[in-house]
């Protein structure tokens, strides 16, 4: 038999249960060195042809990102106020810095957006460049704060406690809609309960975050879906964010590159003013944050961050502009940046599970 020996590296990695019961250890992990030698070997769907020539401002493509929503008016405020009364609770749901990240402005770079998904392989759910392959992971989202571990969010109310205070928020949603023209929107429910001191202004708070920033369905309305999340995280019950969001993401990339390899089929002329469109769904500012991490090239300086910021307060109202993305992405062998979570910021405390020393090498 061959001796896979050498096919193998070592390193300690953070173990947990998959129900998310006990406390993590850290145990000796083996992991398989990678083997193939050419991309020829992956899946044709990562190869779909595209325009020989980026230029996005020129396809005949819209795309609406819903899913990318700034923070409106006063919504620094209100979650200043309501950290100041459930903080402590945030941090047994694992959403403190989750919740604090959606006060900041992630300025969209579309061309970064599309010249990424020009390089997604729907089958593999990774990213193929001519100099590897990777992806987007739960580590990326717990990192920007949502928790990997917990219950489904399919949760259900559960005692008649959460079951009256679901019912409530779903008769706020309920007078809004019977009183006033724009229904449910964001900015009427934060009018509703901001600074009234309701005892379901936690829930609804929490309400608006999850049907804004984490789970929009709807560009501007809160949604009953999210309910029975919301009071359960009010009580501080850690829910699985991370995995959802995810999927979501993966989802809206092998969208829009279904959509940009069916551009290579259209001209303008062929399709007039309103070309070809797709909404994408999912908080797409975390593949352009994911990409700022990694892509030195393509990334702007960022931010320092300010004691007790999370690290998103890098790139608040941060943005880069580069000629060609394409090109960059293709070259970027050398400076990518593999790991950059281990790496030690001013202002930012390296997680406990990071080693201090990277154990694998890779040939």
Known sequence: MEDLSEAFVEREELM??????????????????????????????????IRPKFQPKKWPLKVNFYGWRLPQKDWRKWVEKMASLHEPTWKKAGIHEAIWKSTYRIQRNGDLVLGLAEKWCPETKSFVFSWGEVTITPEDLMIDGYSVLGSLVFISSGTKELKKREERLNKARRELIRFSTRNAE???????FMNTGSDIEHEAFLALWLSRFVFPISYSLVTQCVFPIAVHLARGTKIALAPTILAKIYRDLSLLKEKIVAVTKFDKSEVGDSGLAVIIWSPFQLVQIWAWERFIELRPKPNLIKIGETRFARWHKMMMIVDNVRKVLDSARENFDWRPYTKALRNWNLLEFYVEKEFESFA
């Open 186 to 192: 964001h900015c009427l429910w934060m009018k509703k």
């Open 16 to 49: 947990v249960s998959p129900s998310g019961d006990g406390e993590p250890t850290m145990r000796l992990a083996h992991f398989l060195q990678p083997t193939v030698t050419s991309i020829d070997k992956l899946p044709s769907s990562c190869f779909s042809s």
